[in-house]
């Protein structure tokens, strides 16, 4: 059942960001019971093995003594077994149950994520990009497996084994206890300073580890440029220099642990404990204190209290590795989704108007679109004008809902865009990108993407309107043909031409054009702007145009500089005006004539205000 919000002009209460550790148990919460199970096992097959070993001890004690009961030995053995094999059933148990619960955990998250972000503002996923998703939705939730799996059932095991044999060994001989206990002061301080500065060592490892990986994309990448303008020593040498920091980070890391490291590590090896409890042993066995069998059987206790400790250790490391990935994957999961209105309304045209509209990007201080008034009846073709940045595509993305304005109001069909459910807002426009983008599959499923219900025959008739259905017929497979990741198996001409089908499929009233043409070759432009034709008739569209030959038949030209409107009217009355777009039509008549003579020196043809070529199309609804 899904849920809504209620939409309000007041923004939300700031939240606190939760600590590392905090996101981790919010993350693990679907499966938290059975990580505690899988804790409870793991603690309670380390009681029982420290018992099997004490019964082990307390056999041989019993074998050594002055007449041994065999009966006694016999129990003591059977009892010891019974404990050792509950200790490797018990734990095998606590790893199984993590394990799945792992698995459960990275379907849950993966499954949690796609529906969060299918709720985000798409602007909001645009943020992210594409990267930064990939790597929460994949890797960091790969990174939760070793916190999950393998990490719960080392932390009960890890900590009750050292208790229990601690107090197995006191119920031995308390002598011995504190000769075991005399070696944990030199652990704590070898952890403690194996581990100072972990936050800034780590830190620069990895800052010098991106820098590494991003040296070798754009090695890669880059490698026509480089082969064309560089002998590759200067690539090569940043590259090198990437390396060198890299290695100086872990260099520096490792020489400032190395020391204490070794030392931990020496000091919870079983060795040194049990030549210090056989040191004490052996003294009071001399002094008439202690039997050589109590000794015997409290050797064989007195290495458990220690054996915990590099497990736990490493523990550690892999808390602290799936802390900081639970804390990017809280964060992705704590942005806030787009309200949803509490009494939804359906547009009644196709009619656009902005009243007021102020709009700032996250984190931004200056307003990217300031006091935009703007209205656009159903129908008519509304172009967009401007130099980069000046807020033509924020205008194009505020339509479909990508944001929610900062100030006034955006609505279409006469209903506030954020009165709109955000689907039912998406069947209402249509959005078609100068970066044409297919999902890996067939053509026609990215052309049934608009509408999955469609039949054959309106995809097919989808196609012919957008001037694609003879190129696909000429495919070997034809409509089942896969398209490739993003397309790839198509030209950039036909990767369009299927998202216009697309587009004609959805039956929008509204279609929002990001300069569909601009990378197009003069031949597949044709037959874009042909579909483009096909596609806008009789709808309400808005384009960005960056060739103002395209838009001079449009009802009306908006320009913007700055996040303002500074001019609008018709292709005519904004020349007469001489203003702005009269210099940009200036601009553009040039570049149209810029060409080389025979002599290889640029020539630029003369422009007259107004006069039109005959390769100059229009965008017409």
Known sequence: MTTTTRTTDRPPEPVAEPTPGQALIRVLEPVRPRLVTAIVL????????????????????????ADPDGWTVALLLAGALAGLLARFGLRAWSFHISHIAS????VHLRTRLAEHLGRLPLGEVQRLGAG????????????????????????????????????????????????????????IVGMRLATRDYGDNRRRYDE????????????????????????????????????HDFTAATTAWQNTSKPAMILSRVAIAPLPTLVLVLAVGTWLTADGSMSPAALIGALVVGTLPVESVMPLMQLTHQINESTAAAARIADVLDTPPLPEPDQPRDPADGSIRFTGVTFTYGGESRPALEGIDLDIPAGTVCALVGPSGSGKSTIARLIPRFWDVTEGEVSVGGVDVRRIP?????????????????????????IRLARPDATDEQVRAAAR?????DFIRALPQGYDTPVGERGAHLSGGQRQRVTIARAVLA????????????????????AIQDAIAELTRDRTVVVIAHRLSTVVDADQIVVLDEGRITERGTHRQLLDLRGRYARLWDHHQRARSWGLDTHGRTTHGTTTHGTKTDEETAVRS
Do not use: C
Not at 465 to 469: E, L, S
């Open 422 to 446: 955000a689907q039912s807002l998406l069947r209402h426009v249509s959005l078609v990108f100068q970066d044409p983008f297919l999902l890996q599959g067939t053509i026609a499923e990215n």
């Open 208 to 243: 010098a580890n991106e820098a590494i990986n991003a040296a070798v994309v754009e090695f890669v990448q880059g490698m026509p440029v480089v082969r064309t303008f560089d002998d590759g020593t200067g690539s090569f040498r940043r590259f090198a220099e990437r390396v």
């Open 103 to 106: 698995y459960d955990l990275e």
């Open 465 to 469: 309107a957008a001037q694609a259905h």
């Open 132 to 187: 930064a998703v990939k790597k929460v939705a994949q890797d960091d939730v790969r990174a939760l497996h070793a916190a999950v799996a393998d990490s719960t059932p080392m932390l009960g095991f890890g900590i009750a084994q050292p208790v229990a044999a601690l107090v197995a060994l006191g119920v031995l001989d308390w002598r011995l206890l504190l000769a075991a206990l005399a070696i944990v002061p030199i652990v």
């Open 507 to 526: 039956d929008a009233p509204v279609v929002v054009l990001d300069e569909a043409t601009a990378f197009a070759d003069p031949e597949n432009e044709a």
């Open 42 to 65: 793991a603690a309670l097959a380390a009681v029982l093995g420290v018992a099997g070993f004490t019964l082990v001890a307390l056999a041989l004690r019993e074998l050594l003594a």
